[in-house]
């Protein structure tokens, strides 16, 4: 499946931002979906996933309450909405067809999408 994030930019802490991640290729449902980040000089790090049906969803502690993860399997889009951002949230975010916390349970991935929130 080839995935394509987008929705990143320039936002103020406190703003809010949403994430896209269209995918193709491949059955869409078929797939739990994540969302990993990687800030500079840091490894890349879980953000989020939602099962196939968007049943169910887990967040990492640092972002649950703030961000919220969703699918539309129609539009073969996974959404990733973003309130109440700090300056800690800028990275290059990622979206991953897979399931689980850790990278190495995704087979696919975006390309990244960069989110910079300025203090």
């Known amino acids: 499946v080839q995935l394509q994030a987008s929705g990143g930019g320039l936002v103020q802490a406190g703003g809010s931002l949403r994430l896209s991640c269209a995918a193709s290729g491949r059955t869409f449902s078929n797939y739990g979906m994540g969302w990993f980040r990687q800030a500079p000089g840091k490894e890349r790090e879980f953000v989020a996933a939602i099962s196939r049906t968007g049943g169910i969803t887990y967040y990492a502690d640092s972002v649950k309450g703030r961000f919220t993860v969703s699918r539309d399997n129609a539009k073969n889009t996974v959404y990733l909405q973003m309130i109440s951002l700090k300056p800690e949230d800028t990275a290059v975010y990622y979206c991953?067809?897979?399931?689980?916390?850790?990278?190495?349970?995704?087979?696919?991935w975006g390309q990244g999408t960069l989110v910079t929130v300025s203090s």
């Open positions: 991953a067809a897979g399931a689980g916390r850790y990278y190495t349970g995704y087979d696919f």
